[in-house]
T-cell receptor
Framework: GAVVSQHPSRVICKSGTSVKIECRSL??????MFWYRQFPKQSLMLMAT?????????EQGVEKDKFLINHASLTLSTLTVTSAHPEDSSFYIC??????????FGPGTRLTVL | TQLLEQSPQFLSIQEGENLTVYCNSS?????LQWYRQEPGEGPVLLVT?????EVKKLKRLTFQFGDARKDSSLHITAAQTGDTGLYLC????????????FGQGTTLQVKP
């Protein structure tokens, strides 16, 4: 149980375009989902907390107008990277919160902006 | 300020050796999780510990939560090449509404 999927797994886009990443909890309802960014061989960096039916809470330094988050249902949260630039290239990972504060992570999305 | 100090950050050992990874903090956590991540994939939950002094075993992996719930350790006995990966500890604080505080991660390489 507690499976989270992400789509797409890998995306390459041109600078200036927008990219949407989907995060789905497949066998549980996730009132709260989290979005992380990870650089090679480093730990996860929390970007924002996504709550179903309300606005996301962004961490300090994360631009909410650039990283749009929508959590329209208990099983789906989306992250849209708007006007992407090469510095936005990274590994983006989402997670759904379990009942004991544990988090179940998706497989990640590798974004490359040319 | 790193609230959860994880060490060592890099570890390269031979197959069959034992190892211990530590996570330390001055803060109390309501629970602490250990994850393992392989390149290009998301972290996979290994264990959650919630009680001070708790010890959990998962085959050759032993997890311990400190009595004061401020620190934790992961011990691997007779490491195998399949144990290679990034190990992450993450603590939950009751005031953080679900947010996890992650350690820096330990990159483990087990050589044959």
């Amino acid at each position: 149980g507690a499976v989270v999927s992400q789509h797409p797994s890998r995306v390459i886009c041109k600078s200036g375009t927008s990219v949407k990443i989907e995060c789905r909890s497949l066998d549980f309802q996730a009132t709260t989902m989290f979005w992380y960014r990870q650089f090679p061989k480093q730990s996860l960096m929390l970007m924002a907390t996504s709550n179903e039916g309300s606005k996301a809470t962004y961490e300090q330094g994360v631009e909410k107008d650039k990283f749009l988050i929508n959590h329209a249902s208990l099983t789906l949260s989306t992250l849209t990277v708007t006007s992407a630039h090469p510095e936005d290239s990274s590994f983006y990972i989402c997670s759904g919160q379990g009942v004991m504060d544990e988090q179940f992570f998706g497989p990640g999305t590798r974004l490359t902006v040319l | 300020t790193q609230l959860l100090e994880q060490s060592p950050q890099f570890l390269s050992i031979q197959e069959g050796e034992n190892l211990t990874v530590y996570c330390n903090s001055s803060s109390v956590f309501s629970s602490l999780q250990w994850y393992r991540q392989e390149p290009g994939e998301g972290p996979v939950l290994l264990v959650t510990v919630v009680t001070g002094g708790e010890v959990k075993k998962l085959k050759r992996l032993t997890f311990q939560f400190g009595d004061a719930r401020k620190d934790s350790s992961l011990h691997i006995t007779a490491a195998q090449t399949g144990d290679t990966g990034l190990y992450l500890c993450a603590g939950a604080r009751s005031s953080n509404t679900g947010k996890l505080i992650f350690g820096q991660g330990t990159t483990l390489q087990v050589k044959p």
